[in-house]
């Protein structure tokens, strides 16, 4: 069935690549994140696919699992940084607010 | 049991092309990240069922498909989540359907 996997893999990729247009058109930086989250996710499918298709199934999902635990990292920390207008903690004098109209609900000061 | 695993990983390629679809249609970011946390995560599972009843597998490689499958079950939608708050921290409006100028308006607040 190794028709299949590579019929499988063309079209992850073309998924991939419908992904990244919005990576590209995103109009904030959340859009693109999210793009970025998904076309990971695609990403780690494509490898656990390629260890079917070399048969070599245990030394790809070690590489696929690698990948998933720095694509879980990355959006969360990106995320994160963007929320507070791309400056970093080093930068600002130290109050941690959010950015000004942030309909905030009052959750846990940060 | 290679056609159950092939009839599995359409229907999990199925799921994530609705959700890149979803992606790229939406008018929101929140909608858009809703698809791809729900979607995605639901064609990923249905996928890695397929992958487990391959003749390829492995006795090692069992293990480390359950693992990818469980952190990627616990992380993409914690993941997407974060994300989503920190849109919302930051002031990302959802997409109404009344007024779609004022909102234009308010969305160059936050273009980026």
């Not at chain 1, 992904?19 to 998904?38: E, I, K, Q, S």
């Not at chain 2, 049991?1 to 929101?28: C, E, H, K, Q, R």
């Not at chain 2, 109404?96 to 100028?101: C, I």
């Amino acid at each position: 069935m190794n028709a299949f996997l590579i019929g499988c893999l063309l079209v992850l990729a073309g998924l991939i690549a419908l992904g990244l247009y919005r990576v590209w058109a995103g109009p904030t930086v959340f859009d693109r994140l999210v793009a970025v989250a998904l076309v990971s996710v695609n990403g780690v499918i494509v490898l656990v696919l390629l260890g079917l298709v070399f048969e070599r199934p245990d030394l790809f999902f070690d590489i696929a699992l690698g990948f998933a635990l720095l694509a879980f990292l990355l959006p969360i920390t990106l995320g994160r940084f963007f929320e507070r207008d791309g400056t970093s903690a080093s930068e600002r004098e130290g109050d941690g607010q959010p950015a000004s109209p942030a309909p905030d609900a009052g959750q846990e000061p940060t | 049991m290679t056609i159950v695993a092939n009839v599995l990983m359409i229907a999990g390629l199925f799921f994530i092309a609705v959700s890149t679809y979803a992606l790229l249609v939406m008018p929101d970011v929140y909608t858009r990240a809703h698809a791809v946390a729900k979607s995605e995560t639901l064609g990923l599972l249905l996928l890695f069922l397929g992958v487990f009843l391959r003749p390829e597998m492995e006795l090692t490689a069992y293990g480390r498909l359950a693992l990818l499958l469980i952190i990627s079950l616990i992380a993409n939608p914690t993941a997407v989540h974060a994300l989503l708050r920190a849109a919302y921290r930051s002031g990302a409006l959802p997409w109404t359907t009344v007024d779609q100028a004022q909102a234009d308006r308010e969305l160059e607040r936050y273009r980026s």
